[in-house]
């Protein structure tokens, strides 16, 4: 169940990504995360209703807010660094926060067999790859690392938090529900504080451009919903070490859906991440 819920969530993180990364295209990127939690909440706040979830309300909850202030605030911090560039190098890095879970999985007891620490290892070094990291010619600045590895850190922070903001099916919907509001207030200020820079709230075009993306925002949000949910199963059910590093296949994901989608040519550093990324994968099922 753990391996099954764990590629679930790889799978709705990476489309996720896929999405988001195509709306940002036309959408300032703040805009896009406000709008896209403001439609998981709507339909988050219907399923808490429906299900009386709020009567499950603890103090786990407070889990769901950490990860509800971190999760904006990590989103900014990777898009500021993917501005700086470059991106090949960006990508990659940011997907080492897969080490914040598997380092709380260890600390609390997790302890996979050999063939699980091989798959774990081959399984990262795939991700980066995947993101085709620029291994020669591309000078970074110190502060796009800086900001990669903050978001990075912030994107770990939330697996791990929101894995323990819940025990329970109805109580995940409220835990969920909880970090959404707390996404969109946060993301929120983010935008107001940005617009009172003179940034952008609206792209060209006007409202109607995100009232044509609509369902595409939603979807964008309510898979990200979902990945949420399925993960903090997956880390219930079994190993946080392995859950956390087969939800953490997302970026081959996004990889395969542009080359698919968009028919963007897969590098072949990618190509052989994507590789990798699959044998750690069949060696954490099977360890």
Request: net charge positive; glycine share 14%.
């Amino acid at each position: 169940m753990t391996v099954l819920f764990a590629l679930a969530t790889s799978l709705l993180w990476g489309f996720a990504d896929f999405g988001g990364g195509l709306l940002t295209r036309r959408i300032p990127a703040l805009t896009v995360v406000v709008v896209s939690q403001l439609l998981a909440v709507l339909v988050l706040g219907t399923v808490v209703l429906a299900t009386s979830a709020w009567t499950e309300a603890g103090p786990e909850l407070w889990y769901a807010v950490g990860a509800g202030v971190v999760g904006p605030a990590a989103m900014l911090a990777f898009y500021k660094a993917l501005a700086l560039g470059p991106m090949g190098v960006v990508s990659p890095l940011g997907s080492l926060g897969v080490v914040v879970p598997v380092s709380v999985g260890l600390l609390v007891g997790d302890r996979p067999g050999l063939l699980q620490f091989a798959g774990i290892a081959v399984a990262i070094v795939g991700v980066l790859l995947a993101g085709g990291p620029e291994l020669r010619g591309a000078p970074v600045q110190r502060q796009a690392v800086l900001l990669t590895l903050v978001a990075a850190f912030g994107f770990g922070s939330v697996m791990a938090l929101i894995a323990e903001a819940a025990t329970t099916i109805t109580g995940l919907f409220l835990a969920l529900f909880v970090q959404r509001v707390t996404n969109v207030l946060v993301g929120g200020g983010a935008l107001y504080a940005s617009v009172r820079r003179g940034g952008l709230a609206l792209p060209e075009g006007g409202p109607q451009v995100i009232r044509a993306a609509l369902p595409a925002l939603a979807f964008v949000g309510l898979a990200d919903v979902a990945a949420n949910g399925t993960y903090a199963i997956a880390a219930q059910q079994g190993p946080v070490t392995v859950a956390a590093v087969l939800a953490s296949l997302y970026p081959v994901v996004t990889a395969l859906a542009a080359r698919g989608f968009l028919k963007e040519r897969l590098r072949a550093i990618q190509a052989a991440g994507a590789g990798l990324a699959l044998v750690g994968t069949v060696l954490l099922a099977t360890g």
